[in-house]
């Protein structure tokens, strides 16, 4: 299929401060823009990332009808743009309630295995595509230094920061903290690359492997319990399942845990992180694969949940179309989608 010729729309529930999502929709963007696609995007909320993307991407907002493409994230995006085209909803997380599938996609992506296990919980199958990073803006500019001396954190949490400050205190390393919400800055790659080791957890973590950082997953989010993963070096694939969550091996966010992680340091590893990311994480390979799973889905002989439902609705009438919809809504209605409409 030659892609070219048809019309992507990209679209997100908002776009107006720096985040993981967000970065990963502009990368998205900027990939099919430098492929010269035919794309455009979409947010119900504009703001920073959206005047980047218009103005730095020359990529413009929604303008059209139909599209025959539109890659979405957020259960509120697929609900509001269904009816302009063949939708493939990408689902990031297991918590949010904005990241649950809805009826109305056409194809579901996961970005790790604990996500797409979670929507099979659900009745829903789903691909297995990773979190694409822009692994020419995030590269190594700078050399790790032999023995440990300055430590990033991208953590959100002052709770784990203190712990980390103590830890890296006896070490006499240098902490520098990052976060988005009280100092976020779009060119976090020039960040990670002052740091020899960097503390993150999914996207962030990804792009310091790209920058040829050893990465310690370890964090405190106020949705599940304060975990680790520790220095992942030689557990990439393992901590990857729960896209580098701390969610794996479940370690106790400890001083002594982190003195642990922090003595792992090797100046080594910072290339099997970044080869990892060329072999794994590039954004090219991203959308290669969401472009194969489409052209898949479209050339299935099996119809379409929407086409059906539009066979059903014409058969049954706008009303009692309307009363199952309710239906759908209020029941799990993912796997009765599943069941019902495979035949």
Known sequence: ?????????????????????????????????????????????????????????GINFMSKKKYDLILTNHVSCVNHLYKKGFTIQTCHSIFSEIENPSLFADGYVSISEEVQEHLLHKGCASKLIYNGIDTDRFEPKNELNDELKTVLSLSHSHEFNTYLEGACSKLNLELICFN????????????????????????????????????????????????????????????????????????????????????????????????????????????????????????????????????????IGKRWTKKLLKTFRKSNYIRWKEEFFST
């Open 1 to 57: 299929m030659d892609f070219k010729n048809i019309s992507i729309l990209v679209a997100t529930n908002h776009l107006e401060s720096v985040g993981g999502t967000e970065t990963y929709t502009y990368a998205i963007l900027n990939e099919l823009s430098k492929r010269k696609y035919n794309v455009e995007y979409f947010t119900f909320r504009k703001g920073f990332f959206s005047d980047k993307i218009e103005n730095e991407l």
């Open 180 to 315: 988005k919400f009280e100092n976020p800055i779009f060119e976090i790659e020039e960040a990670i690359n002052q740091a020899d080791v960097v503390f993150a957890l999914g996207r962030s973590a990804y792009e310091s492997m790209a920058c040829g950082r050893p990465v310690i997953v370890f964090d405190k989010r106020s949705y599940f319990k304060p975990l680790g993963d520790g220095y992942i070096a030689h557990h990439l694939v393992s901590s990857l399942k729960n896209n580098c969550s701390g969610r794996f091996f479940k370690l106790e966010v400890t001083e002594e845990n982190l003195l642990k992680s922090l003595k792992k340091y090797n100046k080594c590893d910072g290339k099997i992180f970044r080869d990892f990311a060329l072999e794994n994480l590039k954004i090219s390979y991203t959308v290669d694969s969401y472009l194969n799973y489409y052209e898949s889905l479209i050339s299935s002989e099996m119809p379409n949940f929407k086409k059906k439902f539009d066979f059903y609705s014409c058969i």
